[in-house]
Each structure stands twice: as C-alpha cells, then as structure tokens.
C-alpha cells in the first residue's frame, strides 16, 4: 500500500500540480498570476495543471505575456461556490474544479491539489476520492503558526470538531513526518494543547490523549503545552482538535491587523512605510506560508484561504512541490505501518 | 435571595475590598504596592482589606511613607502556594490567605476579594465560600481582550474544560451583566464561539447552545462568531468553554512579546522608545484591565495573573470597587430569577 504514491511520482520525473483555477474570493485571476509567478521558480521537470472553465482560464492567461509550456489547462466546467453544503456540491457538480483535480491525482495523472475554494468541499473530495493512509482515522489541517523563529506547526486546525485520543495520536504522528519532511526538523518535538502543564488538567478526550502519546515511542512528546507556549517555540508540533485550532487560527489571523491599526493610529508614517515595519509584517503574513496541507490523505491537497493574494497560491505551489519531492506521502504510510506492527 | 449580598452592601457605606497579599509571584511586595498605588483614585469610603502574615506585611508598607488609615492587615498565617492542588490546599490551610480572605466576605465583613496566588485554590475557594447565585450551574472567569478600541469580554476563560449548552447560556446572562454594569455597554450584544457563522456548524454542545441562545428572549444574541471575530468588536460578550478561553487568554497573553520582539529586531531605538509606541503596547498591555472577575459567585472575587505588576492589582482594585457599586450582584441574581420564572 505505501509504495502507491512514490510509484507514481517514479513513472516520470514530471511533477505534476494541479491548481484550482476557479477557488477563492479573485479566480481565475489570483490563482493564474499564482501559477505564473511559481513557473519561474520551479524546477524544469514541474508543471502546473490549471483546473476551471477553459475559456475563463485561457482569457486570464491571454492577459500575462508568459510562456505556456508547463502550464496546462484542464477543462472543468462546474464551479463550487464558497458557500455550498461541502458533500452535496461535490456529489451534484461532477465537472468542478475541485472534483475534477482530485480525480486526476486519483488517477495518477497529478501529484498535487491546491484550492483556495470552499474549504469544507475539497476536504470532503480530497478525503473521498484520494481516500486515507491505512491506520489514519481521520485527515487533518496542519496550519503554520508564525513566530519571531521558526513557524510553529499546529493540527488540526479545523478538520475536525470533535477528536478521539486515538484520532489525536495520529495528527502527532503525521504532524512530526510533514515537520520532518516539508519544515526540515530533523527530531520533531510534540505538544499537547491543553490549559496547564500538568499531567492530569483538561477535559477527558486530552486526559487520555497524554496518556496515549507518552507511552508512544515513535513521538518525541514533551507532554502538555499552554497557549501561550505556541509561539515560544516550546515544541515543533502542537496537537489539538480542529475546533480549538480554528479559532486559534483565525483570531492569530486577526493579530497582524490589529496591530497595524495601533501602529497606523499612533506612528508617523514615515515609520509605518519603512524596511524596518515591512520586515515585521512580513512575518506575521499568512500568506508567506501559502496554505495549510490537509495531512492523512493518500496524496497531497492543500488549502489556502479563500481572500489569498497571488504570493499564496505561488508559496501554496512551493509547499505542494516539496510535500511531493520529499515523498511526505510514503512517510506518513511507513510511519502508520510501522505502528500497526508495534500496537 | 437576591438581596442577601445587596444587604451587605447596604449595611454600611464604607466598601471593603480584601486583598491577597500572599499571592502572586512577587508577594507580598507588589500587592502591597498595588494597595498604596490605588488608595489615591479610590473614594474616601474605600478600604483595603490586606489578607497576609502580618509581620510579613507590616514590614512591606513600613517601605512605603503612606497613611494606612485605610489600609488594615487581617492576618493569616498560611500561604497556598502556585504549585499546590486546589481543594486539598483549601481543605488543609484554614488560615491561608485566600480561605480568610473569602471567609471575610462570606462573613459579611468584606465586600470583595482579590489574588494573584493559585488560581485553581481562588476558584475553588470562591464558590465553596461564596456559593454560587440561584440557577446559576458554574462560575465562569471574564477576561478582558484589548482590541483597538473597547476591550472584548470572552467566557468562560477556564474555570471549566467542559461546559453543558445550558451551561454556556448561563454565561452569555452573567457576561451581559457585567458588560453593562461593569464595561458599560448598555445593550450588550453576545456570540457564541465557532468555526462557522452558520447554525449547523460547530461540535453537538454548540449547535445545542446555538438553539438555546436563539430562542432566549433575554439575551441580545448575534449568533455563532470566529476567531477572526473577537477583537473585531462583532459581539460585546464572546461565550466559549473554558478549555478554548484559557487557550486563546494565554495565546493572546504572548502576541504582544512576539510583536514587541520583532520590533526590536527591525526597528530603531528611537522608534522603540518613543511615545506613539508606548501609547500601541499600553493598549496591549494586560495589566491595564486589572484581573478576571470568577462570576456566577455571590460575592466578587477578581483572578489576577501570577506575574501582575502593581499597577495590574491597582486596576483589579478599581474593577472590585465598580463590581460592589455597581451591584452586579443584585443584577446578576435578578438576571437569573427572572429567568427561573420565564423558563
């Protein structure tokens, strides 16, 4: 079962990622300017499969003066909008983009998926139609964190409301291989969220979930953290049901904004217009991370807000390009493997 | 029973708020501190009530050149410490600062009461001593979230890890009471905290306390809000269990050390030390709203963080003295009497 993955990534030295063309608050515009501005940086051997309505895509190309060798257009004529119920707009628009991309990685014929579209609608099809690692019971959003260091890798972010301890041992163990594998931490380290260090605070579900992860070998555990050790960088991966990392997510989105108003409000502009302020919002912008894979599907699918400029969906193409290089996909399968033979 | 701790107010003018001089990380300095720091803005009938080894205390303002006419030293011997287990601390220190200091109130000999010491042992201790008002199921911890303009109120902030759907209806009632008596907000509007604006959205307590909140004709409810939402100023009063609040309290807690850390990185010294950002981190700065009110109880009883500076005890003096004047106690029990006799 691991080998499907890399055996497909090992037909051809192409790879090959597909991009919902139609996703998100500006398509097709943002996602195409997106695809133009990763070409340049991307290997030879990528290309980039453009999901949406032909003529849309075509027409939004039209406008940039780009070669369009390893940009190809896949038609799809059915668009998601961002407020369909997820499954039965999957189930009734089976030309969409988002339907469409998956299926192509499905069928081998792409490496990647990337959507800014309606979240809930490519985690239904990507959990669907790519299916998930035997031994994974639920997939996860792994959202990066920034910091003043290095990111801070935080699953689920919303996936899941509600998380079993067993459901939350494994986003451990597929956080610590994308840390491994996409972040480049060598021996990743992994927190508990909880509201105290100690061994016994929190609900039920975390009381059992420390319990669960301290007698796991294959976890570098450094048991509970507090919500204020996140940023700290007190561990690589910060284990959570998808409930409290939305809302931790979205009110960290909210971060940067506010205090640019405070800044906007109290400083000169000359200050607020230098290197010095743009260096500072740089890390704190969302949009440098591209987007929040969704771990634990045979495959790659990552989702990216729906308001992204086109920097994210071009640092979106970058993460995919890695998650494939590295082979997260025959990690993630090897580490559930490896369990199943030890548990 | 709604006019019991009215009564005690009632009897004399002169409002009593007790302090924890024990408590914190730098007692019994800065409690002292914050005492003296505060008797200049508290009204002439003001007294501070100074719960701590009385030697240990004395020799503290003896620091100080101040009259204490208003300041009296209540003795208590023993001192819970932060590492302590609540109930069993409670149960084992009889002269602790925090038991003698509620028992005053209980008493009726004390008008409030204030720590900085084991936040677990004021919980405990609060409700064991004080009790909780009629039709109220658990007291709930309101902290203040600076946003650019008024402060935002989210309960419950961890006094609970899990909360029942009428559990959380009780804590939009106690929060809109205090946004009006205590932050003034005449008609406070509340969300409820979610991953989704829409009502199906969220784990089965939330949907469940979405109908209830819907359907209260006493509560003024904008309906689910994210995290995105809560320094916005969408709702006065964001209702969550405790386990989210203490997480995004001690998450908020950090983001203004990363941020002044990255400034101090990009920027200049000028820039750093001049009075525009002075003006951007006191906004930010938690020790401006004093200390987290546990609400529910019959009395009041203010949380203040461990490592509060005196001007952080000096504010939770004046949110004590606003708490008592402003009767919210009376409120609060009206609040869940009317409701008694509707539901």
């Given at each position: 079962?691991?080998?499907?993955?890399?055996?497909?990534?090992?037909?051809?030295?192409?790879?090959?990622?597909?991009?919902?063309?139609m996703?998100?608050d500006f398509?097709p515009?943002?996602p195409?300017?997106?695809a133009?501005?990763?070409?340049s940086e991307?290997?030879?051997?990528?290309?980039?499969?453009l999901?949406g309505?032909?003529?849309?895509?075509?027409?939004e190309?039209?406008?940039?003066?780009v070669?369009?060798d390893?940009?190809l257009v896949?038609?799809?004529?059915?668009?998601?909008?961002?407020n369909?119920?997820?499954?039965a707009?999957i189930?009734?628009k089976?030309r969409?983009?988002?339907?469409?991309?998956?299926?192509l990685?499905?069928a081998?014929e792409?490496?990647?998926?990337i959507?800014?579209?309606?979240?809930g609608?490519v985690?239904?099809?990507?959990?669907?139609?790519?299916?998930?690692?035997p031994?994974?019971?639920r997939?996860?959003i792994?959202a990066?964190?920034p910091t003043?260091?290095?990111?801070?890798?935080?699953l689920?972010a919303?996936?899941?409301?509600d998380?079993?301890?067993?459901?939350l041992?494994?986003?451990?163990h597929?956080?610590?291989v994308?840390?491994?594998?996409?972040?480049?931490?060598?021996?990743p380290s992994v927190?508990l969220l909880?509201i105290?260090?100690?061994?016994?605070?929190?609900?039920?579900?975390?009381?059992?979930?420390?319990?669960?992860?301290?007698?796991?070998?294959?976890?570098?555990f450094?048991g509970?953290?507090?919500?204020?050790d996140?940023?700290?960088?007190a561990?690589?991966v910060?284990?959570?049901?998808?409930?409290v990392g939305?809302?931790?997510l979205?009110?960290?989105?909210?971060?940067?904004h506010?205090?640019?108003g405070?800044l906007?409000r109290?400083?000169?502009?000359s200050?607020?217009?230098?290197?010095?302020?743009r260096r500072?919002?740089?890390?704190?912008?969302?949009?440098?991370?591209?987007?929040?894979?969704?771990?634990?599907v045979?495959?790659?699918?990552?989702?990216c807000?729906g308001r992204?400029p086109?920097?994210?969906?071009?640092?979106?193409?970058g993460?995919?390009l890695?998650?494939v290089?590295?082979?997260?996909?025959?990690?993630?399968?090897?580490?559930?493997?490896?369990?199943e033979s030890v548990?």
């Open positions: 079962m691991a080998a499907s993955s890399g055996s497909r990534s090992g037909k051809s030295r192409v790879i090959r990622i597909a991009l919902d063309a996703g998100g398509a515009a943002v195409v300017t997106g133009i501005e990763a070409l991307l290997p030879a051997s990528c290309q980039i499969q999901i309505r032909e003529a849309d895509v075509r027409a190309l039209d406008k940039h003066d070669s369009q390893r940009l896949i038609d799809a004529g059915e668009v998601i909008e961002m369909e119920k997820p499954l707009a189930r009734g089976r969409s983009s988002i339907r469409v991309g998956l299926e990685q499905k081998g792409s490496d990647a998926f959507s800014a579209g309606n979240t609608a985690m239904a099809a990507s959990t669907l139609f790519l299916g998930l690692h031994g994974v019971d997939p996860a792994a990066l964190f003043a260091g290095k990111p801070a890798l935080v689920d919303g996936a899941n409301v998380c079993s301890p067993r459901e041992r494994g986003f451990a597929i956080g610590s994308y840390a491994r594998d996409v972040l480049g931490r060598s021996d927190g909880n105290g260090e100690e061994e016994e605070k929190g609900n039920e579900a975390v009381r059992n979930t420390y319990e669960l992860l301290a007698n796991d070998p294959g976890i570098r450094v509970n953290v507090e919500g204020r996140i940023l700290s960088g561990c690589d910060t284990v959570c049901d998808g409930f939305n809302v931790l979205k009110f960290y989105e909210t971060v940067a506010l205090f640019r405070l906007e109290e400083m000169e502009q200050v607020l217009r230098g290197d010095g302020m500072v919002f740089k890390v704190l912008d969302y949009s440098e991370y591209g987007g929040a894979p969704l771990l634990g045979r495959g790659v699918s990552i989702i807000h992204s086109s920097r994210a969906i071009k640092n979106a193409i993460v995919a890695q998650s290089e590295s082979k997260l996909n025959q990690h993630i399968a090897a580490e559930f493997a490896s369990r548990t």
